[in-house]
C-alpha cells in the first residue's frame, strides 16, 4: 500500500482503522421498512436509501463541530470523507454526488472496495455470499469505473492477507 500510495501516513491509517465502521451510520435515518426489506429496493426506495450517505456526513460534520467547540481540535475529517465517499465510483457514476477520480476523497475510495468485498462475501436476506476468488475478480473487473485502479492494485497486492482474514473470521 505504501508504495502504491506512498502519502499514506501512519495516522491516516489509524483513521481509516477507526473510522471505516462508521461509512454506513447515516442508515440510522432510514426506515426501518426498507433498511430490512429483503428484497430489491424499488426505485423509489432507492433513492431513500442512497440519503444515509448525507445523512451520515451530516451527523459526522455535527459531531465534529460540537467536539471542536469544546476542544480547539477537528479530527473527523477522515470519517467524514469515508460517509461521504463511500458510494461514489471512479468514472463518476455513483452518488451522492458524482464525483470521479481523485475528487474522491483517497479515504472514500479505500472503504468504498471494502464496503463492495464484504457484501460480496456476505450472506444477505436477498442473496448467497460470493466466494473468495469469485469476489476478487468482480473487484478487478470494476477496476477503473467502480474503484480506483490503485485501490484495486493495492488490495490484490494484498490478497494473501485479506485471505488469512477472511478463512479466520467468514460466518
Known sequence: MYKIFPT???????EILW???LHDIGKIGIPDNILLKPGKLTPEEFDIMKQHVLFGE???KDMDGKIQNMTGFSFMK??????????????GSGYPRKLSGHDIPLAGRIVALADVFDALTSARPYKKAFDFDLSVRMIIEQSGSHFDPD?????TTGLDSIRRIYDRYRE
Open 8 to 14: 499514506i501516513t501512519p495516522k491516516f491509517r489509524r
Open 151 to 155: 485501490v484495486v492494485h493495492a488490495f
Open 19 to 21: 473510522f471505516a465502521s
Open 58 to 60: 451530516n451527523i459526522l
Open 78 to 91: 477522515t470519517a467524514i470523507d469515508i460517509a461521504g465517499g463511500h458510494h461514489e465510483k471512479w468514472d
